[in-house]
């Protein structure tokens, strides 16, 4: 079975300019997570969303970042102007429905973004 | 919002020996799940712990869910170097979607 699909695997960008970031979960799953991986702040959740819904964006740092999920097989995460602080690992994690307990979150490679 | 902290946040260990985190919050939980991060890699799932004084095992590896619900512990048995990564513990609220992640535990295996 496909995993949680990302791309870019890598991005390299000028900072001011406009960034997207792509996930594809895994299918049948139903929740949405993005995550931000970084030294200083371990794994942060940006944004989780929920047969398409987004349900608690209070992980995203600021107006410049901003997330959607059009249908259940795609959601982005875009950053609008870029700045170097922004430079991390992102990944994106799916899982089944959570009910009365937790569901396993599956991660995908992640995007490696680096502003200058 | 609720944090668990996980010491020890570095180990270095000889091929052999044996290697335990923990994970401590101030609040009970209501379960905790552990992940594992290859250097270069994403973290994967490894195992959830539900109910209070859980102990569970994946071959070397020992998973413990304090009888209070605020502590949990991961144990390797005799480490191997496929073993190097960081381990985290992840919590989630009651009736929530978001896991909140410790910082990990890094560990290096010397071969």
């Known amino acids: 079975d496909a995993g949680v699909i990302q791309s870019p695997r890598h991005e390299v960008t000028e900072m001011g300019q406009e960034v997207t970031l792509r996930c594809k979960p895994i299918?049948?799953?139903?929740?949405l997570f993005w995550y931000r991986q970084t030294m200083m702040r371990g794994l942060e959740l940006l944004i989780y969303?929920?047969?398409?819904?987004?349900?608690?964006d209070s992980g995203m740092p600021e107006d410049r970042f901003s997330a959607k999920m059009p249908n259940a097989s795609f959601s982005t995460l875009k950053i609008q102007p870029s700045e170097p602080r922004d430079s991390a690992v992102y990944f994106c994690?799916?899982?089944?429905?959570?009910?009365?307990?937790?569901?396993?979150?599956?991660f995908g490679d992640g995007t490696r973004l680096s502003i200058l | 919002g609720q944090q668990v902290m996980q010491i020890p946040q570095y180990q270095h260990v000889q091929e052999g020996e044996d290697f335990t985190t923990y994970c401590n919050s101030s609040?009970?939980?209501?379960?905790i799940q552990w992940y594992k991060q290859r250097p270069g890699g994403h973290p994967v799932f490894l195992i959830q712990?539900?109910?209070?004084?859980e102990v569970k095992k994946q071959k070397r590896l020992t998973f413990q869910f304090g009888e209070a619900k605020k502590n949990s512990s991961l144990h390797i048995t005799a480490t191997q170097t496929t073993d190097v990564g960081t381990y985290f513990c992840a919590q989630a609220g009651a009736g929530s979607y978001q896991l909140t992640f410790g910082k990990g535990t890094k560990l290096s295996v010397i071969p």
């Open positions: 969303f929920n047969n398409n819904v987004p349900i608690d």
């Open positions: 609040t009970t939980l209501s379960n």
């Open positions: 712990l539900v109910k209070s004084g």
């Open positions: 299918s049948g799953h139903n929740s």
């Open positions: 994690a799916s899982s089944l429905e959570w009910t009365d307990s937790n569901q396993p979150q599956h």
